[in-house]
């Protein structure tokens, strides 16, 4: 009644294809993410491990600080002037959402919600 010639090669492709994830990484939980820096400056707004570590607070912070208190204080950083904005501040080094916040974000399985609002750049490539 089944045509077992076609059935076994049939699940061995299946199992392949559904293991390949598994066999192709060596059977280790993948590529570490490498959120592509950009070009054209050498600092971020905190020395790197503190902004790898804790761009979440300093985002909630400055958030805090812009609509309580209306306080956007223009800053520094590598000649150039910037405010406590998320989409004109940090997206304006970090030009692509998607080599950059999303390479970590999608490893590490979180997703804010911060683009439900805020516009993200427009992906050039
Ligand atoms: C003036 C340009 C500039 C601005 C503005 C800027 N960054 Fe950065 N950012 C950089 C650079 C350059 C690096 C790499 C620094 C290094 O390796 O020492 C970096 C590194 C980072 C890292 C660590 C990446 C890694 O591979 O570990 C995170 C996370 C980050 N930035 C998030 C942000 C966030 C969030 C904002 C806004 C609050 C922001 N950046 C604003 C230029 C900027
Ligand atoms: C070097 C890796 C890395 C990069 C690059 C990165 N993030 Fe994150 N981000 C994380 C990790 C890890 C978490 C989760 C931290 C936690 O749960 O404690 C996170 C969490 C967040 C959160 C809090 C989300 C939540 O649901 O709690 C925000 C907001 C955020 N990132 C914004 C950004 C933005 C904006 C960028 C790009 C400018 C960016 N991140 C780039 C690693 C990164
Ligand atoms: C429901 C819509 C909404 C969501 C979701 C949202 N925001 Fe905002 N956010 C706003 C509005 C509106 C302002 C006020 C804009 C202004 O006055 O410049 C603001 C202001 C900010 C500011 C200061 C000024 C600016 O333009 O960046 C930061 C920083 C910020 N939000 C970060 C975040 C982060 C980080 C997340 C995700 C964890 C997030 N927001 C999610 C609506 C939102």
């Known amino acids: 009644m089944y045509d ?8 061995i492709i299946f199992v392949l294809i559904i293991t390949f994830p598994i066999w192709y990484n060596h059977g280790d939980a993948g590529e570490v993410p490498k959120p592509e820096l950009p070009k054209d400056s050498k600092q971020c707004v ?3 491990a503190e902004i790898r570590a ?4 300093l985002l909630n912070q400055w958030r ?6 209306d306080d956007r204080a223009y800053f520094e950083v590598d000649g150039r002037m910037f405010q406590k904005t998320l989409q ?7 030009k692509s ?6 390479t970590c974000h999608v490893y590490t399985a979180v997703s804010p919600y911060c683009w439900d609002c805020h516009l993200a750049p427009v992906e050039t490539e």
């Open 54 to 57: 804790k761009h979440m607070q």
């Open 88 to 94: 004109n501040t940090c997206m304006e080094c970090h």
């Open 4 to 11: 077992s010639g076609k059935i076994i090669p049939g699940l």
């Open 97 to 102: 959402k998607v080599k950059f916040c999303d």
């Open 64 to 69: 805090d600080e812009v609509i309580r208190d």
């Open 46 to 48: 905190q020395p790197a």
